[in-house]
């Protein structure tokens, strides 16, 4: 079965930092494209962050550039996002989803999320 | 940047009616265009890819169109488990993507 699992979320202090994990299973990791996406509370859903760890390609939202640091573990099939310098405008919802090549980049598989409160 | 727009926001109808989304991209994004549905509490789902291919497993009820700039999202007879707020993507600019801002859809 085709699943993603995403954990690490929690209740941080602005300007803190927390990494968020999606653990991967029934299908080539590798073979993939990766994003991660969030809803901040009463807000649409808002694409984050990519990762094709095959062709080395990562790119973010202009929201989150140069605090949050995406990275992908093929031996683990892991996905990673470490975020940074956290501000209250991060509270979300964040999910990992699987992008598919041969649907045109659509994300057809999608974790069940983690919550991320920045709060003081 | 692409900005996609979806119209309306909300829309309120009843089981059995017919309802469009409509969703309309800045400029022209080919056929890269992906339909999601997302009940609270729960992962969002994929409807529709590439304007028309409805995703496996999903009602044939849900049908998509357009092509370039405007887009629509057709239910040909609502059921009570389709009250959701319904996304928009493009995929055109990928690994950049781009979701509309979402229309709920209530009873």
């Known amino acids: 079965e085709v699943q993603l699992v995403e954990s690490g979320g929690g209740l941080i202090q602005p300007g803190g930092s927390l990494r968020l994990s999606c653990t991967v299973s029934?299908?080539?990791?590798?073979?993939?494209?990766m994003s991660w996406v969030r809803q901040a509370p009463g807000k649409g859903l808002e694409w984050v962050s990519y990762?094709?760890?095959?062709?080395?390609?990562?790119r973010y939202a202009d929201s989150v550039k140069g605090r949050f640091t995406i990275a992908a573990d093929n031996a683990k099939n892991s996905l990673d996002l470490q975020m940074n310098s956290l501000r209250v405008e991060d509270t979300a919802v964040y999910y990992c989803?699987?992008?598919?090549?041969?649907?045109?980049?659509?994300?057809?598989?999608w974790g069940q999320g983690t919550t991320v409160t920045v709060s003081s | 940047d692409i900005q996609m727009t979806q119209s309306p926001s909300s829309l309120s109808a009843s089981v059995g009616d017919r309802v469009t989304i409509t969703c309309r991209a800045s400029?022209?994004?080919?056929?890269?265009l992906n339909w999601y549905q997302h009940k609270p509490g729960k992962a969002p789902e994929i409807l529709i890819y590439?304007?028309?291919n409805l995703q496996s497993g999903v009602p044939s009820r849900f049908s998509g169109s357009g092509s370039g700039t405007l887009f629509t999202l057709t239910i040909s007879s609502l059921q009570p488990e389709d009250f959701a707020t319904y996304y928009c993507?493009?995929?055109?600019?990928?690994?950049?993507?781009?979701f509309g801002q979402g229309t709920k859809l209530e009873i």
């Open positions: 989803a699987r992008g598919n090549g041969s649907m045109g980049g659509a994300m057809d598989v």
């Open positions: 029934g299908f080539t990791f590798r073979s993939f494209a």
């Open positions: 990762i094709r760890s095959s062709g080395n390609t990562i």
């Open positions: 400029q022209s994004i080919s056929t890269y």
């Open positions: 590439g304007v028309s």
């Open positions: 993507q493009q995929s055109y600019t990928t690994p950049v993507y781009t």
